[in-house]
């Protein structure tokens, strides 16, 4: 494969390459750019992806073999190309690259420090305009809750233009009115840069600052100013805590991990904020590409901090990276201090990765499934180990019926694969061999005629199944299963009084109230016994709209179906008039006007 690759031009391409630090473009035959990577000696580098070696990654074989064309930028620094690298990621989106998954752009809050009196908004589009932007937020609803909290403690104007008077922010407190002068620039930019450190996490100096000035303002006599700095305080003290505490030390850290899956060239990358030793959020964010864990961390930590507003003093992750010390010195010029990345063996810090770490399997887990992998969810297995079923319980079916003293009885079946619903596998029943009053016969016609139709069609057989209701219940359904050759087909009861589980063999079983197993039998209950009943509404009601017309003299079943076949619904049968009711087929005049006045309640 490499030996296709490397033909005259891209060998020329190749032995050209410069000995310093670079940015590299590799192109397809269109002229598409496919990956963008940095070098600290291009001439070192470039080479390296046309050699043969068996260590290479698939993703970067195939990306060889459809490189055509090779761009390279030197730069006159290491960080200088780390940070060219992370703007024509940006730009070109290569596909080879790793780049946030999502179609959409994330949401940000935006504050648009370069007017006089800033706003503060939600947004999608990051226009170089001299704002700030913090985010990116991968929920709108978290972005939202942030947003408003900090509008409520810093109530700064909504108005896209100043109209010169005051609007209904002013009237319930939620603008200071600095279109009329209430608030000085002055006055008004303190706030914004208060509210700039809370959104960065920074409540600590916000909270600080806020109490200074609001004791000068008290010294100066100004009580009216000293009054609202006061609520300010209040509101931000309120905020903070709700805040875990979990470094004593108050330094700001960024703790990040990943969830890699290569079968589908996935991840999930949990970002867990400290900012004065509390835990303030956590983000997650599903990236696409790279070839390895090394790859998705150097690429997403060039990309998340490359126009990040504030950035903490210490980033920690749970491996070393290519250009980690490159990435140290560019932050730490950016912030004015020393940012360290650093591998945490033991304590706090490790506990904490190994927090986010779960997080990201857990999402990437429930991503996966959404993408209908082969998932086997753990509800699943550990109703497996409670039950010390023989096969897993992948396919369950559940089954209930539903009546009113025998009357309009029904039943129904549910379908849940992999723990979730299969909706297209639902069926419903309307009781033909029952009369009275009797759920246990009930429950064993429905069964047996499900797993009739299940022989008759050849159908799949469930691994489990599960009745609505308590031991009478059971040994109907039980029966039903014997009389067709299902024996070993593992069945149970679950009542509702207690949500006791009976077992075949008349054992009764509680499972823990925490169990995720129990809350899927409870899912498959309750999703049975809803759509039994709406089964049961739908017939009561259908039957209590046509009984209206049966004890009308002369109106037999055939008038009553060409009625029904001429207005479609009763709404439209009631609202019209006797000459319209004249005209259905085999109705006159006076059978019409006794319709009517039957429905509208007349004698």
Not at 301 to 323: L, M, S, T, W
Request: aromatic letters at 8%; proline letters at 4%; a positive charge.
């Amino acid at each position: 494969i490499y030996n296709q690759c490397m033909n005259s031009k891209l060998s020329k391409l190749v032995s050209k390459s410069p000995q310093g630090p670079g940015v590299y473009k590799f192109l397809d035959d269109g002229g598409r750019v496919l990956y963008v990577g940095k070098a600290k000696s291009l001439a070192k580098r470039i080479p390296t992806y046309f050699h043969p070696s068996e260590s290479f990654h698939p993703r970067t074989r195939l990306l060889v073999s459809k490189v055509q064309d090779i761009e390279y930028i030197p730069t006159q620094t290491d960080v200088e190309a780390l940070i060219l690298e992370a703007n024509m990621i940006k730009l070109h989106q290569p596909r080879y690259n790793v780049r946030l998954k999502d179609d959409k752009k994330y949401p940000y809050i935006k504050v648009t420090v370069q007017e006089d009196f800033p706003r503060v908004f939600p947004t999608r589009n990051l226009k170089k305009d001299g704002s700030i932007f913090f985010g990116p937020y991968t929920s709108v609803k978290v972005m939202k809750k942030a947003l408003k909290a900090v509008t409520k403690i810093f109530p700064l104007r909504s108005c896209h233009e100043m109209p010169g008077q005051v609007c209904l922010e002013y009237h319930i407190k939620r603008c200071y009115g600095p279109c009329i002068g209430e608030i000085s620039k002055e006055e008004y930019r303190k706030m914004v840069n208060d509210l700039c450190d809370f959104l960065a996490g920074k409540s600590a100096k916000v909270e600080k600052e806020l109490e200074e000035r609001m004791l000068k303002a008290s010294k100066n006599e100004d009580f009216e100013e000293a009054a609202r700095i006061r609520d300010q305080l209040a509101a931000v003290r309120e905020t903070v805590r709700k805040q875990r505490v979990v470094f004593s030390d108050e330094r700001d850290r960024d703790i990040l991990a990943l969830s890699l899956s290569e079968s589908i060239s996935s991840s999930c990358l949990a970002l867990l904020q400290i900012r004065d030793g509390k835990l303030i959020s956590r983000e997650n964010y599903f990236l696409k590409g790279g070839a390895d864990e090394e790859e998705v961390f150097r690429t997403f930590i060039g990309q998340y901090y490359k126009n990040a507003y504030f950035i903490p003093d210490e980033i920690i992750v749970p491996v070393k990276f290519r250009d980690c010390e490159d990435f140290e010195l560019w932050f730490s010029e950016r912030k004015g201090r020393r940012v360290e990345i650093t591998l945490p063996q033991r304590g706090e810090k490790k506990r904490l990765l190994e927090m986010a770490k779960r997080n990201a399997d857990l999402l990437l887990k429930e991503k996966r499934f959404k993408r209908g992998e082969k998932l086997i969810p753990d509800s699943v297995l550990e109703l497996q180990r409670s039950l010390h079923l023989k096969s897993l319980p992948c396919w369950i079916e559940a089954f209930d019926v539903s009546n009113i003293q025998g009357s309009h009885a029904v039943g129904s079946v549910v379908v849940f694969v992999d723990g979730r619903p299969r909706k297209s596998q639902y069926r419903r029943f309307r009781i033909k061999t029952i009369q009275g009053i009797d759920d246990f016969g009930m429950m064993k016609e429905i069964v047996g005629r499900r797993f009739d139709r299940i022989l008759k069609e050849n159908q799949r057989v469930p691994d489990f199944v599960l009745i609505d209701g308590g031991r009478g219940h059971l040994n109907k359904a039980i029966e039903a299963l014997e009389e067709r050759g299902f024996n070993a087909l593992p069945a149970y009861g679950l009542a509702k009084r207690m949500d006791e589980l009976h077992l075949p063999d008349g054992r009764v079983v509680m499972l823990p109230k925490t169990s995720s197993s129990l809350r899927l039998l409870q899912h498959l209950r309750d999703e049975a016994h809803r759509f039994a009943i709406t089964y049961h509404r739908k017939l009561r009601g259908k039957e209590a709209k046509i009984s209206i017309l049966d004890g009308i003299p002369g109106m037999g079943e055939v008038k009553r179906r060409e009625i029904y076949k001429y207005f479609q619904t009763m709404k439209r049968l009631e609202s019209a008039s006797a000459e319209e009711i004249a005209r259905v087929k085999g109705i006159g005049e006076k059978l019409a006007r006794t319709i009517l006045n039957t429905l509208h309640g007349e004698d």
